[in-house]
């Protein structure tokens, strides 16, 4: 199921639980992801990664669906399955429509393509777009 | 400037004239930017790829801040320099704050990490997340 | 089980055959990975490929288990899943412990993160760590 | 020199200036990388990724100079520039001579070539490398 | 099978239909690709997607097969394995054989590797490579 | 220039030498890319690199200028500016013309965009695409 195997809840030292609690509480939920158990093999990883994470994933400036549509925008140009496939759900948990889900894709479709446009000939940066 | 050297308005052939026009009608300026006058050298990829930013682009579903927002994210995936900076600047033109930014760029960040810990570790789908 | 299949053993050419021969022998297995038996196709991509990993792979300045586990780093980053499957059970079979794997998946993990941060923010590179 | 500017120590906040005084005793120098001035514009993530970095770069069950030969591996394989000049230096910093800087090209650039090989073959995981 | 399903043509709408038809009609088949059947849940990404296929995979200064082969070259670079394998079938049908399958491969590593050499070793840009 | 500085001719050990001498024989020329200067600080990577780019890229199954331009797009999908920059001129030499150029951007360009909405809506790969 992973490298190491997946760490469950009732194998999971106090320090690992303490973490599994704070996800579960924090997205109110009563599971963890497999994410969670693979890494929590590493304890510091598995505390810094989900502090992190929550920090980061905090409405603030920009609201939860929005940043879980970042989530699968940068999964999907990655190609990683494992998080376009999380962050998917989270994001339709969060409330993305199917019609956000797909303009969502179609932005990721033609950023990665005018990226390769831009450096394929090797356009110079605007003066303007320049940091003084 | 770019590989075959940028095609300023006054050079251009009607054909990108009109492209370079719908462009400046559409974004309200008198300008624009360097990666057209790249592409314009193949007018069929600089219409083809114009009309389908114009419609990827366009507010419908999710507002034209939260697009930019995308393509500067996966923009910073990709390390793509030239884009980075003109959608950094479309972003801020669209209305994105000093805050929104910093959160952008935490989402890019901790996306991008755990990307490399899923796949690293080796990570399966949780079943909930398979699609039947 | 690959594009063009799996050359097994007893179906190689002599030319083939050489190639595992050697690989079993410097390994000390008695098996041949299938990314080998795949490339097989192409006895020219075959010997040249691993005549360059025995070749950069081999102990020197740095030590066997270092040179497996970045490639598992990198594996990972570029999201290769055959290479991080296969690399990380070389690594371990070089001697790689659980705690030497969550230090190697932390460094993954930031490198990845701060890669991004520093082109979002077009952070210019010091001038004391520019080439002169 | 950054999307919004760098953030020198004389003008920054308590809260930044605690974190470049964190930064300078660690590493035992008097500057700060461009790139904690860059980030600085947000306190929040100036904070959480320096500690993260620190509490991730800590020579444990790797060494520092492994640590930081991983991270240039990977800022090669993501062509972050601005990764590659700071943490070649960091490397060379913790000791790092000119075989094993060779030789660390070297896997990096064999790790690139075998992963594209692998899944341009389309070569399965062998059973054995499979978790079970 | 997908993020929100496949839609055969029998559920298919008449919009989205007539891109099946337009798909089967210029490819010469009696059917249509998991990929298109996956997008048509955004019918205008669904024909923006096709008709800018339709144009760019049209034999005119480069034919078909080294479209084909180049489509391969990027999706093994990028590690998309459904582009890997329904390209590698189409350059197939187009008349790659394995000789030139073989070859596609070795410069697909080759590439991928001095790409990250080239990047290690921070190689500046020769003057008669630079764009006056 | 590059991180270890280049190796010049003149400067050159007589191993370096002779692949330098080489290089120019091969392609005709009377200088060596900068590339080449920066690997020679190891002479092993040197003569390898050298070795498997001439044997890889001599006309074969593929005729040269297939090969630049899938050099060009490879490098152009990973943004790596030192490799556009010299395969980009690599291709014109072995005549490459502006349209060849055009529709070689156009393919990139859209190769990476489906490659991420592959990636983005989960798409399974065709049972007929599937390798027995």
């Known amino acids: 199921m992973a490298t190491l195997g997946l760490i469950e809840y009732r194998d999971a030292s106090p320090e690992v639980r303490a973490v599994y609690d704070d996800i579960m509480a924090t997205r ?11 890494i929590a093999h590493d304890p510091a990883t598995l505390r810094r990664t989900w502090e992190s994470v929550k920090q980061v994933m905090m409405p603030g400036a920009l609201d939860a669906l929005t940043k879980e549509m970042l989530y699968v925008a940068i999964s999907a140009s990655n190609q990683c ?7 998917t ?14 303009e969502l894709m179609a932005v990721v479709g033609m950023a990665n393509e005018t990226n390769r446009l831009a450096s394929g ?12």
Do not use: L
């Open 121 to 132: 000939y090797q356009v110079e940066i605007d003066e303007r777009f320049r940091i003084p």
């Open 81 to 87: 399955g494992y998080c376009i496939a999380s962050h």
């Open 89 to 102: 759900a989270a994001a339709r948990k969060a409330g993305m429509t199917d019609a956000q889900f797909g």
């Open 28 to 38: 109110q939920t009563d599971s963890v992801n497999n994410f969670w158990k693979a």
